[in-house]
DNA sequence: GATGAATGAGAGTTCATTCAT
DNA sequence: TATGAATGAACTCTCATTCAT
């Protein structure tokens, strides 16, 4: 029997079962019950594919990683001014943060909450990328481009706040584009850094 | 029989504890009987002062965005420049937060945890706390003294972000003393403002 | 509200209960749930006064242990010759543990499932128990009293297989009473050791 | 695809790994999962081979079940005097208990895990191998060999005690061998029944 | 004002077994 | 012969809350 290309498979089905509710009701809120209903399975199943609840978390942010790590390395290896680079950059992370919304609603509510080991291998991951974000900021300094009476650790963490606040508020449908915010934010950023 | 004066009241003390216990595990983590053993006292007696764990959550709530509250109402009325007042706005509200970082800690991470009723109640209060906030900034708007292309509900959204991430980086006895975070936050914010 | 002193407390007939079906089933086979319907109480109250299954078991083996080993202390410490004071010491274990069968039996089949440090605690004061005994062969062998071409661990270890075994064959109301048992066991142990 | 004839063949394998496993952890400790992980198969695999975990436990019983009856029986048929075939059985039980301890452990402790009409029939078994075992004995005491007023089944009993009892303290690559515990338990029980 | 025994519902996880392939 | 996804029931344990004292 072949199943229709349509129909997710298991694991798939579960991670999108998890991430909603997860987003909607916070991860210690959500049971392991209320994930395979909505998912369509048996809690068997789940354990057949994730080891415990926690890993359905791990993966979540595992996902989300990825892609903005990604994002990041595309536009800082580009030969554009680096102020122009750092424009794209932060205009990028607002915008593939609206476009998955629960997952980083998820992972800032909910990183505390994993396994000590698994929330140091994220925690690192985390860093990497915004020690990413930080070397583009100090380039900028370093080439007269941006003032240099901050720390670029306090920019990062300064702009990074705002990044993640998106949750609290952006309700997509609402007044403004995810790419509108995204050229506020970097507008704000950048007009922040003149020298 | 008299109890010394050092010794802090009942529902003094479990609150202290309660406050520490949710900022290091969370809300959901932490269980009454964790509190009371910390805070010495039975269950009996914490059920005696307090109705339920949720009254703990919101008793920390409300302490905090009366202090809050009171700091911006005090700096707003001041007769300074509309640019002045909200600088020193931005700077009192990252002090605030830093010194009070438990409390802040939690109240981010665990809105959503509280009861509709008591949930709603928070958020109206923070809400009027964001709009006066707001209402600096279009102020200064208007007095052609900030850049009037940003809509400053964006901005107040934007600053309150990086705000409420404080907690995520902060550690008291770094680099940085409450006062400096503050002041860079405050000229991030206002140099992003220039017309 | 009394209690009427025929009616056992709560710890007790939960101690009672878990006797009876551990020995019956063994420890693993035995369900918290089982335990707690035969004692007549719920889980909660379980937890309440055990923190854990494990628990249980543990307060069954120090019960048992502390009544064999202050036997055992009462009469080596008689002044009978020691040939007299091995054959007491010898039968009153063979009596004592047919009369507290079901604890002996849980205590043989289970020792090793309880958790690494509880175990060593009750394999520690079990070798005490053995050592002392093996004390007795000893005195006895030096005094010319047994043979002492048969290392005194070895017939300890050979005689508490048997005692321990008893549980495997031994059915009150049988043909033989728990004292007759006792008198075979030591004779054939006393008759071993002669010269 | 021709196996190499080193690799034992899957039901061996599992055979293999069920029993060490049951030995360390227990029966019920043990999981299905682990067993065919330890043995390198998947978990069909292995119920194609065997209708159950259980079948498993049989299995490891019929085998040492057949060694040792094949053992005493072979003994008991010699022309020897009775007294020195009792001493050769009592001597090659020991041995064969401690070169097989792992089995035998298993069967202490597990026999009561059995299902029920498995049990039967391996208790059965055991039971024929214990007259056999006590006809020797009674032989004995008609000849007036042994002394008679101890009944034989109960020297039977407290002599096979002794010998399941091997497995809580023997570690092979001890003091003694596997032949020297088997001589002191003979002489032991020997001397027990001299007239 | 304060105790702590007791509740009862539900949590995450494990596991022997089945069956379509 | 062999796979491994999936089941479903049972497992131990936790917890906020109540209430007689």
Do not use: C
Not at 44 to 70: N, P, W
Not at 176 to 190: C, K, M, N, P, T
């Amino acid at each position: 029997m072949v199943r229709p290309a349509a129909e997710d498979s298991v694991p798939r089905r579960l991670l999108a079962a998890a991430t909603k509710l997860f987003a909607q009701q916070g991860y210690d809120r959500t049971s392991v019950q209320e994930i395979v209903a909505a998912a369509g399975v048996t809690k068997g199943a789940m354990y057949h594919y994730f080891g415990s609840k926690d890993d359905l978390l791990s993966e979540i942010y595992g996902r989300v990683l990825r892609l903005q790590t990604e994002q990041l390395e595309k536009v800082a290896a580009t030969e554009a001014p680096v102020a122009e680079r750092l424009r794209r950059a932060a205009q990028d992370v607002v915008v593939s943060t609206i476009e998955n919304l629960d997952d980083m609603t998820i992972f800032l509510q909910s990183v505390h909450l994993l396994a000590p080991e698994k929330s140091r291998a994220v925690r690192a991951e985390r860093r990497r990328y915004h020690e990413r974000f930080r070397a583009l900021v100090e380039e900028g300094q370093r080439a007269g481009e941006f003032r240099a009476d901050k720390p670029a650790d306090i920019v990062v963490d300064f702009f990074f706040g705002s990044v993640h606040h998106l949750g609290a508020w952006y309700r997509s449908g609402g007044r403004l584009s995810a790419r509108e915010v995204g050229e506020h934010y970097a507008d704000l950023l950048l007009a922040g850094l003149r020298p």
